[in-house]
């Protein structure tokens, strides 16, 4: 049974981290340490016009109370919007019409911000006790072009033109954008779009590229945070905040830019990535090496061709430069619809590369893992009709990511829970291809067929500690069941 006021952790301070949770017992993998509710959750800046209920974008779709973006009644008289809907509407600030309704604007970037001021107001202690204590970073976010943007979009805007600045002053509202900017996550809105929260305790969680704690978002955004890995009482519990599967350069990059800090994790530090080679190029001056930083910690630092003979060398910011444009290669591929032009556009884009990445490279690997969905998924690619050699390269795809997060992201992680299950159609098929051809008897069969009951009820396991209605939580209740007709089918074997 678990308690859902589980509270496994304690709060630790020091020079490197900061405030930090430390565990206060010996914990066990997909064990609950703590769950957490938002101080305010609202749109990421930037977004193009949303509904300030839903989060779904909306096209010339206003509230008729404050004439801010909406997408109905439903959403026009929701919790979440009442904040606002009444400041707005008090100061006849309304918001301004836009000719391309897809197009990001900066008029909701105020949108956040203001909830966590009237979230201030309705709950003193709680800001006093978990938000004051925040980091913000003031001094290097004042050196960034967003310190500029804010003060204009957002506390010029909120304490002149929605005058409220009787109750707020301008250096709260930046201090504000500044606990958001640095402690805020994001997470799926029930449409799918992603938004942000602010989760006072999860906050406090430090950062590694190598986590050993992982967060669920459920109804009413509230967050579980679990254990992916035993840990041992007094260790320090290490959420990862960027994309668990980026290479070096860009987790580096991000967590400098967004969360103002120089990650010297395990995996920052080691040129190939623990071994998982997510940031190797290819050698393309002899067959022997492979080009590896010299200093990982030194974005600037030169990569340089591991063969002893080879004069191979290229500079830190010319590897960046080619993880963007291949980036922007496949965040056009990722915009594509599920079909079977998404899975032929990615395998023509693996052997564009093929000569440029090493094949566990982060970017290659991106697409494989999307193209271990894809196979078996889309018109003339179903899993019924794929060929083996087929079923082999989706086995294939999701090994290879498994293998990776076996070091990244040891434990139960959500993204190995959906591979494991992606893993388990292919060999099923091939098994049972190879029986119906009859190469193999019924109990070599089922023989088999113990594995992919295996990589199921993994699955199942992992992924049923999820939000029922998300996609993974729907995921989890399928493999459960796969599993269990599986089960049952070889009972009349
Ligand atoms: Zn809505
Ligand atoms: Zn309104
Ligand atoms: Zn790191
Ligand atoms: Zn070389």
């Not at 304690?10 to 938002?38: C, H, M, W």
């Not at 959403?75 to 400041?87: D, I, L, N, T």
């Not at 006093?128 to 979009?153: F, G, I, S, Y």
């Not at 009482?233 to 959420?239: D, E, P, R, T």
Request: proline content about 6%; charged content about 25%; hydrophobic content about 35%.
């Amino acid at each position: 049974m678990e308690e859902s006021s589980a509270s496994h952790y304690d709060i630790q301070q020091d020079e490197k981290y900061g405030r930090y949770l430390v565990a206060n017992k010996d914990l066990e993998s997909g064990d609950l340490i703590f769950t957490d509710t938002p101080f305010a959750v609202g749109p990421k800046p930037g977004n193009p016009p949303l509904c300030l209920g839903c989060y779904n974008p909306v096209e010339n779709s206003l509230c008729s109370r404050c004439g801010w973006p909406i997408c109905g009644a439903e959403c026009e008289a929701s919790a979440a919007h009442a904040g606002e809907c009444e400041v707005f509407a008090n100061a006849k600030v309304r918001f301004q019409p836009v000719e391309d309704w897809t197009a990001s604007t900066p008029q909701l970037d105020c949108i956040t911000p203001l909830r966590m001021l009237l979230a201030k107001e309705k709950d003193p202690d709680r800001w006093h006790r978990d938000l004051e204590p925040m980091e913000t970073h003031t001094e290097a976010r004042k050196e960034k072009p967003a310190w500029a943007a804010d003060q204009v979009n957002i506390a010029d805007f909120l304490v002149d033109h929605c005058k409220l600045g009787s109750k707020y002053d301008k250096d709260l509202v930046q201090r504000v954008c500044g606990i958001l900017e640095v402690n805020s996550v994001e997470i799926p809105s029930r449409g799918g779009f992603s938004v942000r929260a602010i989760y006072p305790r999860l906050a406090i969680a430090a950062h590694s590229c190598v986590p050993n704690i992982v967060h669920t978002i459920f109804q009413e955004d509230m967050v579980k945070v679990r254990a992916t890995v035993p840990i041992k009482s007094g260790s320090a519990l290490l959420l990862c905040y960027t994309h668990a599967l980026s290479p070096t350069l860009v987790r580096r990059q991000y967590l400098l830019e967004s969360k103002f800090f120089n990650c010297t994790c395990a995996r920052c530090a080691d040129p190939t990535e623990l071994g998982t080679h997510l940031s190797t190029l290819k050698c393309t001056k002899c067959d022997n090496g492979v080009i590896l930083s010299t200093d990982p910690l030194d974005n600037e630092a030169q990569w340089k061709c591991t063969d002893k003979n080879c004069e191979f060398k290229t500079s830190g910011a010319a590897v960046s430069k080619i993880l963007a444009v291949v980036q922007a290669e496949i965040d056009q591929l990722d915009m594509m619809e599920p079909s079977p032009q998404a899975i032929e556009q990615r395998e023509a884009t693996l052997k564009k590369y093929k000569s440029v990445f090493h094949p566990r490279h982060s970017l290659l690997l991106n697409i494989k893992h999307a193209l271990a969905q894809l196979y078996g998924r889309v018109e003339g690619y179903s899993i019924d009709e794929l060929p083996d050699l087929m079923l082999e390269r989706k086995a294939e795809f999701c090994k290879l990511v498994l293998q990776t997060l076996d070091v990244i992201t040891p434990g139960d992680s959500r993204m190995r829970g959906m591979m494991l299950y992606e893993l388990h159609a292919p060999i099923m098929f091939m098994a049972r291809n190879e029986y119906s051809a009859g190469l193999i008897t019924p109990e070599k069969l089922k023989e088999r067929l113990q594995e992919p009951i295996q990589h199921l009820a993994d699955a199942a396991r992992i992924l049923m500690r999820e939000d029922p209605q998300s996609p993974e939580g729907i995921t989890g209740q399928i493999a459960q069941q796969s599993m269990e007709q599986l089960k049952a089918s070889l009972e009349c074997l």
